[in-house]
């Protein structure tokens, strides 16, 4: 598929990992499930943005990526260990 991307994996609960590896996926994420307290951050703003510019076609899926990356890591639920530390 034209949309997709190399996974990114992210927190979805303790010790839960889902991966991410598409524009609509990353902006259902974006759009429905993403922790409140980083809702409407300019890097979750930014996102969002990435992934409807990457679905209309004005910019690619990399940047799309990389900008969901960034703000999976701002909300602290970017899963780089395969088991997420307790707080």
């Known amino acids: 598929m034209a949309q997709d991307f190399d996974s990114v994996f992210i927190w979805i609960s303790a010790g839960v990992r889902l991966s991410v590896s598409d524009v609509i996926k990353a902006a259902d994420i974006l759009l429905n499930r993403w922790p409140r307290e980083f809702l409407s951050t300019p890097a979750h703003l930014a996102a ?10 004005q910019k690619g899926y990399d940047l799309a990526r990389s900008a969901f990356i960034a703000a999976a890591a701002e909300a602290d639920i970017l899963a780089t260990a395969p088991v997420r530390p307790k707080r």
């Open 48 to 57: 969002r943005e990435a992934c409807l510019q990457a679905w209309e076609g």
